[in-house]
DNA sequence: TCAATATATATGAAATATCGCATATATGAA
DNA sequence: TTCATATATGCGATATTTCATATATATTGA
């Protein structure tokens, strides 16, 4: 993972919020994304291959989810750019957190 | 400075090794970055502008020249960003920096 | 098997970023 | 003032990125 593939990969707000909302939750498929980010399925399935590709996320699937999380390989110096940025800008996901406390019906529920 | 305005301003190749360049060395005119970058003076002086309107650089004029240096209202965890990635880059500037210890009539320097 | 849900990708248009060249401005020396 | 050096910027051409739409694939349950 090179500096620059790094940085183009989180210069773009999408890309921002789904790295800083995966590093806050630990694990999220793409429908919890959706609903988080307020967008398309097929723009943040396009950003989430870029992030993959770049080798910032890994994917797994269960079922019919696909879920996305910061890749177990990831260099100790990028985690730690990604911790300091999370630390600093709670803000800048504050909402998309909100939105998926309410989010009904999530996938791996119980209850449904 | 918030952290997608960071983020696009490092996903530049000129515009990251200006920045780790400047951590590097604390100060650099805009001769020594065009030695170091091996890029033309309009390319660099451009980057410039847009590192000094996005607040990570300030610049002062001695004489003939300008330095640039980082804004000293960085926030904190921006300048960790820079120094976690100098520390762990150090190669993506290596050349850089032997040009500019190469260079005749460094700028400043008492010989002329 | 079929239908429904979740996810991925291809395509072309629109927006954005970058570059090279020419030129403008600022400083210092003669 | 005039010249030389250092730096900044306006502008058109080009490259890159992003988006919306349509479509394809995978999984589950009936």
């Given at each position: 993972m090179d500096a620059l593939a790094?940085?183009?990969?989180?210069?773009?707000?999408t890309r921002l919020k789904t790295l800083l909302l995966i590093t806050?939750?630990?694990?999220?498929?793409?429908c919890e994304l959706m609903a988080a980010l307020q967008d398309t399925q097929p723009k943040v399935s396009r950003h989430l291959a870029q992030l993959r590709k770049a080798g910032l996320l890994s994917d797994r699937r269960q079922g019919q989810w696909v879920y996305y999380n910061?890749?177990?390989?990831?260099?100790?110096w990028?985690?730690?750019v990604l911790q300091q940025t999370h630390?600093?800008?709670?803000?800048?996901?504050r909402d998309g957190l909100q939105l998926l406390e309410k989010m009904p019906n999530r996938p791996g529920s119980e209850c449904c």
């Open positions: 790094l940085f183009k990969s989180l210069a773009d707000e806050a939750k630990g694990e999220l498929c793409v910061l890749h177990p390989e990831l260099p100790e990028c985690l730690r630390l600093n800008n709670q803000a800048c996901i």
